[in-house]
Each structure stands twice: as C-alpha cells, then as structure tokens.
C-alpha cells in the first residue's frame, strides 16, 4: 500500500474531493491523508456539490497543516498538490517521496462571482478532480510510474 498526502492551498475541499474518489477508484492500493497551508472551515459549496454526487462531507476532519506533518518528520511515496504553481513552490518538500504531481486547480470562489456561478464552477471542479484521480489510478495501473513498484 502506497501512503498518498493530497494537499492544497486553503480548506475549500479539494483534497477531500480527490481524497474520497481515490479511496473510491484506488481501492486498497493507497493510504490517504490530506492536508492544507491554510485551515479553515469547509465550504459549503464543496458540501453541497459532493452531496449531489453521494458522499457526504458535512463531517469530515480538518486536514491537517502541511507544515505539521512535514514537521514530524512524516513520509509519503506520492504527493499530490492541487494548487496554483506559486503556493505549490511554498510546500515543503518531504524525504523519500517518490512521484509529486501537481493539478493546478482554482477554487470556485476565485473565479466565479455569484452564488449560482460559484456552485457550477463547484461542480466542474468536482469533475474536474475526479477526472484526474480516474487518470491517476489508470496510469498506476498501467505501471507507468515504475518507481512505484
């Protein structure tokens, strides 16, 4: 079992969303834990459009700091960042990892004005991130990080 930390810049879900499809598409190939630069309360958009999809997120944990557990030293095999280029230079980068990918994904908030504008841009987000983690499972599948093995 690989150890995968999924991490992106603030807690508007992202990480949760890859987190739940990759434990979902990845079956018992990975142990996930996601963490963020900045802690905060979930969106609710991020809640509503999941739900939508049937999963609920109402109750998830607080991710933890990036910085945190790269403080205490943790390891993962694989790191996924889904953030912006400039916040994923400001991650520490953590000993033994073996793939880092990074899929640069705006939140919803940042580009979209109003509430309904928001919860569409919410859902191509979704889409979005599930996308990349069915390609992500693919290509492992397929072995093409051979350094995974």
């Known amino acids: 079992m690989l150890d995968v930390l999924i991490i992106s810049e603030d807690h508007y879900g992202k990480n949760l969303i890859a987190n739940i499809y990759l434990k979902e598409l990845g079956g018992d190939c990975f142990n996930i834990e996601c963490a963020g630069f900045e802690p905060g309360p979930l969106d609710p958009l991020a809640i509503i459009i999941m739900k939508l999809d049937g999963y609920d997120l109402s109750n ?61 841009q919410t859902r191509i987000l979704r889409d979005s991130i599930k996308s990349d983690v069915a390609e992500f499972v693919d290509n492992y599948q397929e072995g093409k990080w051979s350094m995974l093995k």
């Open 60 to 120: 998830c944990e607080t991710p933890y700091s990036v910085f945190e557990l790269y403080k205490q030293g943790r390891r993962y095999d694989i790191v996924i960042t889904i953030c912006p280029k400039r916040i994923e230079e400001k991650c520490p980068h953590f000993s033994g990892t073996l793939l880092w990918l990074n899929w640069r994904l705006s939140a919803p908030d940042k580009i979209a004005e109003s509430r309904i504008d928001r919860l569409q």
